[in-house]
């Protein structure tokens, strides 16, 4: 699956399940989509460096890259009360208006 349609199928999932509101979802996506983008860029820098574009020193510096994108989604998080576990600890609704 390529990168655009894995996030408009999480930015799917995420409007069925009805936590988030259209605005978070889009955060979000635009947080997955800058990711994305900057773990190429580190594929193209880990090629420049010597090293191979998907070997070990590529998974290290996506893994630090994915903890502050997480960080940024644990901040949308709080506003719904969700927990560590991912589970919603009340529940929240919204009305998404999708056109």
Same mark, same amino acid.
């Given at each position: 699956?390529? #990168?655009d349609k894995?996030?408009?199928?999480?930015?799917?999932?995420?409007? /069925?399940?009805g936590v988030?509101?259209?605005?978070?979802?889009?955060?979000? =996506? +635009?947080? +997955?989509?800058?990711?994305?983008?900057? =773990?190429? +860029?580190?594929?193209? /820098?880990?090629?420049?460096? $010597?090293?191979?574009?998907? $070997?070990?020193?590529?998974?290290?510096?996506? +893994?630090?890259?994915?903890?502050?994108?997480?960080?940024?989604?644990?901040?949308?998080?709080? #506003?719904?009360?969700?927990?560590?576990?991912?589970?919603?600890?009340?529940?929240?609704?919204?009305?998404i208006d999708?056109?």
């Amino acid at each position: 699956m390529d #990168k655009d349609k894995k996030i408009e199928e999480m930015k799917k999932d995420m409007l /069925q399940a009805g936590v988030y509101s259209k605005e978070d979802i889009e955060k979000i =996506c +635009e947080l +997955e989509k800058e990711y994305l983008k900057e =773990c190429d +860029e580190i594929s193209k /820098q880990c090629v420049a460096e $010597g090293y191979p574009s998907q $070997g070990s020193n590529y998974e290290l510096r996506c +893994e630090d890259a994915r903890k502050w994108y997480d960080d940024q989604i644990r901040e949308i998080d709080k #506003k719904y009360n969700i927990n560590e576990d991912d589970e919603a600890e009340t529940e929240v609704n919204i009305d998404i208006d999708i056109e």
